[in-house]
Every structure is written in C-alpha cells, then in structure tokens.
C-alpha cells in the first residue's frame, strides 16, 4: 500500500465486489481470521436459476475442515458419485469419485442459492463480515496509484467504501477488472450452452450423463424432482437455433434423451431456455496496489467438467491464508498480492488447457461433425484401464493444487 493510502487507516480491511462463491468464501474465512470485511452484491438475494450448481469433493471438505459438514449436507442435495458419457453407443465411466482421498467421495449436486445462504449465515456469526445487498459496485477510487476503495450504488444513492483491500470477484463480467484496466487473455470458446430443466420420472436412471451425437452435445445432471438440462450449441449460433423453432428444438431434445421424449413439451417457450454464453479467459496480472481479482474475474472457466465455483473456493482460500495476517496487521504489501497469482495461477492455466485441448478434441468434433462421434482415445481406455477414471476423478474432484482452510 502506498503510504497515503495507509494513512487513511479504514474501518474496513477488505471490500469484496461480488457475493458469489468466491466472494462469500473469502468474506468468511477473513471475518474468521478477525479481519473487517463487507461483501457487495448487487442482486437483492442469491437465487439465480442455472448458475454452476456442482459442490466438488475438494470443496466438500473445506466444510469438513470449517466444521460445518454435517449441517451443510443437510440441505437438500444429489450425491453424483460417478460421471459419464455417452459417445453414439458407447458408454464409458469418465470419472468414478469412489476412491478419492476425502470424506466425501462425490460431486454434491445443490442450488447456488443455498450453498451462498449457508456461507453467509456462518460468516454472519463474526463480529467482523457485513453482507451488503442490493449494493453494486460501478467504480474504484484510486489515491497516488493505489486503489483505495469501491464506488457503489444502492436503493437509497451512491456510497464510497474506503477499504485497504478491493477483491473482484463479480464474475466473468467483472466491474471491478475493468475498471482497474487489468490485461484480459482471450482463450476462446467454440460453443454456448442453453439451459432448461424436465420433470425426472422414477422409471429415468438416476444417473447424471453426458451425450455427443453428430452435430449436438446434451447433458443431463439428475437434480433428483427435475433434470437440469444443457444443450450444447455453436458459438454465436443462438438466433440460428431459435429461427428454426422450438418444435425443432423439442425434437431434437427428445433425440438427445429419449426417456424424456412425452416430457419436451414442458419447454413452453423461449422463456423457459436460458443461454449461458461462454467464455474461457483470464488475467495477464491479477493484481494492482490495493486490489485484487479471484474467481472467474481473474479466469472466466469453460463449462467443462462444472469446476468453475470450486476453482473459485481455491482462490478464496488461498486468498485468505495469504492475505488475513497483513491485512489484520495493515501492512499489506505489492508482494503479498504477487504470491495470491503465484499459487493460483499454475492451477488456473492446467485446467484451462485440458477444458481447452477437449474444447477442441470433442465439442468441436461433435458439433462440426455430421457422421457419428467416436470417443477420444483417452476416454476409450478409460474403459479398459479403469485407474483413468480415478485419475480424471482426481482432476475434477480435487483439482491441480488443492487449498486447505488455515488454522485460527
């Protein structure tokens, strides 16, 4: 921090932009430390339909290690203890969780809504965390180069929070990056997902599965009453896929899945289909003097996998452990910023490259190709050589680097 900036000696040590995982995670774990932090989020509450809904074992046991495991899977949830994929005929086990070195050996399948309820109502407890809704950042303040603070607007005007520390973590479209003019790497998607939900009946199978058929990709993840449904598109192709009607549209849904081909009628209209527009990037520099960026602020991630919030979680923690002592102390230095890039970007860029590599080795080939998908051939061995799966069980499930929750 530059010396005006720490002369000012804020109330509070950390301003989040941003109450996703990665900003209620981070608003907790600092507040645990006995670090001042408020968390803005610009929406009156957490509930948004088809956000990433996917609480992987690595971050199932950071609740483990908060203490809170038990009551969190308590709230409603899935257990996906195995991922699949159907290739044409051909069904292969991509990942088997089974044999993961954690507690909780499965995805646990659960509404965003409720895992940010539940982060919010623990940090709540510390005397330090305040949670302001309805509070959406639209600026930085900068003293002498240094980014002192955040420009919001609420219900009742504009506020400014002075802070000696602004975290972006708003997510792929963050404010807060580009008001800092950090440099964004564009990696590339070559495709778009539409999301939808169909009824589940009893006779469906309970498991959650992957389609590639020639020119589609369909994916089907058991959300117990309903499937939460995501149907793979090309880039930009929206308009395309609309001008052909929803009819076509049904129809090809009940190619795609069969069992719930009496059940397509339940996508009334457009309304009912959401479009999540990909993005696969992330910062040249997370950082400048007084700031930060985490979560998909600092690397917007592919679909791929559904690793994006437990990507996020890593950040948050890592963040905190790194981060909570100088910002308790007020001594929180250019270096200190560095190291969070440090341990988090090696991480960020082998996840990146493998959604990449299978960006191009599968969706591509599926939705560009008009004969039938054959499976990559690491998928085909994982067939016969079943330590595959557990090794992609392991990617998925804990990732790269995984971070664990500091001791206080």
């Given at each position: 921090?530059?010396?005006?900036?720490?002369?000012?000696?804020?109330?509070?040590?950390?301003?989040?932009?941003?109450?996703?995982?990665?900003?209620?995670?981070?608003?907790?774990?600092?507040?645990?430390?006995?670090?001042?932090?408020?968390?803005?989020?610009?929406?009156?509450?957490?509930?948004?339909?088809?956000?990433?809904?996917?609480?992987?074992?690595?971050?199932?046991?950071?609740?483990?290690?908060?203490?809170?495991?038990?009551?969190?899977?308590?709230?409603?949830?899935e257990r996906v203890e195995r991922l699949s994929g159907q290739f044409g005929t051909q069904r292969v086990v991509m990942a088997d969780f089974s044999r993961l070195p954690v507690h909780c050996k499965f995805i646990a399948m659960m509404p965003q809504w409720d895992f940010l309820n539940f982060l919010a109502s623990r940090a709540a407890a510390y005397p330090g965390f305040r949670l302001m809704m309805q509070t959406e950042v639209t600026d930085l303040i900068e003293r002498d180069g240094a980014i002192v603070g955040l420009r919001a607007t609420t219900?009742?005007?504009?506020?400014?929070?002075?802070?000696?520390?602004?975290?972006?973590?708003?997510?792929?479209?963050?404010?807060?990056?580009?008001?800092?003019?950090?440099?964004?790497?564009?990696?590339?998607?070559?495709?778009?997902?539409?999301?939808?939900?169909?009824?589940?009946?009893?006779?469906?199978?309970?498991?959650?599965?992957?389609?590639?058929?020639?020119?589609?990709?369909?994916?089907?993840?058991?959300?117990?009453?309903?499937?939460?449904?995501?149907?793979?598109?090309?880039?930009?192709?929206?308009?395309?896929?609309?001008?052909?009607?929803?009819?076509?549209?049904?129809?090809?849904?009940?190619?795609?899945?069969?069992?719930?081909?009496?059940?397509?009628?339940?996508?009334?209209?457009?309304?009912?289909?959401?479009?999540?527009?990909?993005?696969?990037?992330?910062?040249?520099?997370?950082?400048?003097?007084?700031?930060?960026?985490?979560?998909?602020?600092?690397?917007?991630?592919?679909?791929?996998?559904?690793?994006?919030?437990?990507?996020?979680?890593?950040?948050?923690?890592?963040?905190?452990?790194?981060?909570?002592?100088?910002?308790?102390?007020?001594?929180?230095?250019?270096?200190?910023?560095?190291?969070?890039?440090?341990?988090?970007?090696?991480?960020?860029?082998?996840?990146?490259?493998?959604?990449?590599?299978?960006?191009?080795?599968?969706?591509?080939?599926?939705?560009?190709?008009?004969?039938?998908?054959?499976?990559?051939?690491?998928?085909?061995?994982?067939?016969?050589?079943?330590?595959?799966?557990?090794?992609?069980?392991?990617?998925?499930?804990?990732?790269?680097?995984?971070?664990?929750?500091?001791?206080?």
């Amino acid at each position: 921090m530059t010396n005006a900036a720490a002369a000012a000696a804020p109330s509070i040590r950390c301003a989040i932009a941003g109450g996703g995982p990665a900003g209620i995670m981070l608003g907790l774990l600092l507040a645990r430390a006995g670090v001042t932090v408020a968390v803005l989020e610009k929406h009156v509450d957490f509930f948004r339909d088809f956000r990433g809904d996917t609480i992987h074992p690595s971050t199932l046991e950071l609740m483990r290690e908060l203490g809170v495991l038990d009551d969190f899977l308590k709230l409603p949830h899935e257990r996906v203890e195995r991922l699949s994929g159907q290739f044409g005929t051909q069904r292969v086990v991509m990942a088997d969780f089974s044999r993961l070195p954690v507690h909780c050996k499965f995805i646990a399948m659960m509404p965003q809504w409720d895992f940010l309820n539940f982060l919010a109502s623990r940090a709540a407890a510390y005397p330090g965390f305040r949670l302001m809704m309805q509070t959406e950042v639209t600026d930085l303040i900068e003293r002498d180069g240094a980014i002192v603070g955040l420009r919001a607007t609420t219900p009742k005007g504009q506020i400014e929070v002075d802070a000696g520390l602004v975290v972006g973590a708003d997510g792929r479209g963050s404010v807060v990056r580009e008001k800092a003019g950090l440099p964004v790497l564009d990696l590339g998607a070559p495709m778009d997902v539409l999301w939808f939900k169909l009824s589940r009946a009893p006779t469906d199978t309970p498991e959650s599965m992957g389609r590639f058929d020639a020119g589609r990709i369909f994916i089907a993840i058991n959300r117990g009453a309903y499937w939460q449904c995501g149907y793979v598109i090309a880039k930009d192709s929206i308009e395309r896929v609309r001008a052909a009607g929803l009819p076509a549209f049904r129809a090809s849904v009940a190619e795609a899945a069969p069992y719930a081909r009496d059940r397509v009628g339940e996508i009334a209209d457009w309304n009912d289909v959401k479009l999540l527009t990909v993005r696969v990037d992330r910062l040249r520099k997370w950082w400048r003097d007084g700031l930060i960026c985490i979560g998909d602020a600092a690397h917007a991630m592919s679909p791929i996998g559904g690793v994006g919030i437990n990507l996020a979680v890593q950040d948050a923690v890592a963040t905190a452990n790194l981060l909570a002592a100088p910002l308790r102390a007020g001594r929180l230095a250019a270096s200190d910023l560095s190291r969070v890039q440090q341990r988090r970007e090696f991480p960020t860029r082998v996840t990146q490259n493998v959604q990449l590599f299978l960006q191009r080795r599968l969706v591509q080939r599926a939705l560009g190709n008009a004969a039938p998908v054959e499976a990559p051939l690491v998928v085909r061995l994982a067939t016969r050589l079943p330590f595959l799966s557990r090794l992609t069980a392991r990617l998925l499930g804990l990732g790269v680097r995984p971070e664990h929750i500091a001791k206080t």
